[in-house]
C-alpha cells in the first residue's frame, strides 16, 4: 500500500483558535493513527513513524493549541488539549483511533480515553503517563527566552540517550521555533491532571494500552509510567535499552517495531496475565 492522499490544513475553533495538522489518507485502511507530540516541539518529531505507518494506516498528526503553527492560548482561559482533539477528530470525521502520545502527548491521549473512550482503540504512551501534580508556588516566568531555550535544549539531553541519527540536531530545530508561550504566560489549566488516575481507575472495561520506556530517560518519567501500569495490570511494556525521552526519534526502529507488534495483536491484549506483559 502507499499513501494515497495527505491533507494539510487548519481547523478553527471557536471562532478564535486554529489547529493546524497533516491528515494522511490511506484508502486502503479503515484504522488511523493520532500521534500527540511532547512539550516544547510540534508535530515534525514524528516524521520517523509518519514515514514508517503511513503505508498501512492513516496518519493525523497536529500541532497542540499553543504549539508549532496552532494558535497560542489566552491567559485566564482554562482548556483541554482533550477536548480540542476531540472537535478535531469530528472535523474529520474520524470515528475511532488508536492513541499514541509521547511526554505531554501521553497526558492528552490518556485524558482523552477517560473522557471520550468511545474514540479510541487502542492507546500507546512514551516517556510518561501520570502527571505529577502542579506545584503550590508558580514557576517564575522567563524572561530571557533564548538562554532559557538552550538550557531546557541541554536539560533535554540529560535524559536522552546517544545521537546515532541526528536526533538532536532535529530536535533542537523545534524547540527553536517553539515559542515558549507556556514558560513566559501563566498557561490555563489545559490536562486532567490529578482528576486523570481516579478516572483511570474507574474504567470498567478499558482497551489495549502500551507503554513504552527508553532506559535512559529521566527517573520522573519511569515513575510516572509505573503509575499507569499500577493501574492498569493488563497493559503491555516495552523496554528500550538504547533510547531516552524521545525514544521515537531515538530509536526510530525499535519505537516503530514496538508500535507496530503492539497493534498488530489488537484486542489480544485484554486476555493478558494480571501482571503487565514485557516486550
Known sequence: MKKEQMISAHMELNQDFLLDY???VQRASQE????????????????????????????????????????????????????DL???????????????????GSFV?????????????SVTVASGAIPDPKPDVPTPLVTDVPRFKQE????????????RNGYQHRLLTMIGDWKVWQSTHREPDCILGKTLLP???AMQDPGPVCVVNGAKDFPGAHHSADRLLECMPHAICVNLPEAGHF????????????????????????DSKPDSTRL
Not at 476531540?86 to 499514541?100: K, S
Not at 531546557?152 to 545521537?163: A, I, Q
Not at 525514544?247 to 485484554?270: I, T
Request: hydrophobic share 40%; net charge negative; with cysteine.
Open 86 to 104: 476531540r472537535a478535531l477528530l469530528e472535523h474529520l470525521n474520524i470515528e475511532t483511533a488508536h492513541l499514541i502520545g509521547l511526554s505531554l
Open 32 to 83: 488511523t493513527l493520532v500521534f500527540i507530540h511532547a512539550h516544547s516541539v510540534d508535530r515534525r518529531m514524528w516524521e520517523p513513524q509518519i514515514d514508517h505507518f503511513a503505508s498501512r494506516y492513516s496518519i493525523l498528526c497536529y500541532d497542540l493549541r499553543g504549539y508549532g503553527k496552532s494558535s497560542m492560548p489566552l491567559e485566564g482561559q482554562p482548556f483541554l488539549h482533550a477536548e
Open 152 to 163: 531546557w535544549f541541554e536539560r533535554l539531553l540529560e535524559g536522552c540517550g546517544e545521537d
Open 109 to 121: 491521549a490518556l485524558d482523552f480515553w477517560v473522557l471520550y473512550p468511545e474514540y479510541v482503540q
Open 199 to 201: 478516572k483511570l481507575t
Open 22 to 24: 497533516q491528515y494522511y
Open 247 to 270: 525514544s521515537n526519534m531515538e530509536a526510530p526502529y525499535e519505537f516503530n517495531a514496538a508500535l507496530q507488534a503492539f497493534l498488530d495483536k489488537g484486542e489480544d491484549h485484554n
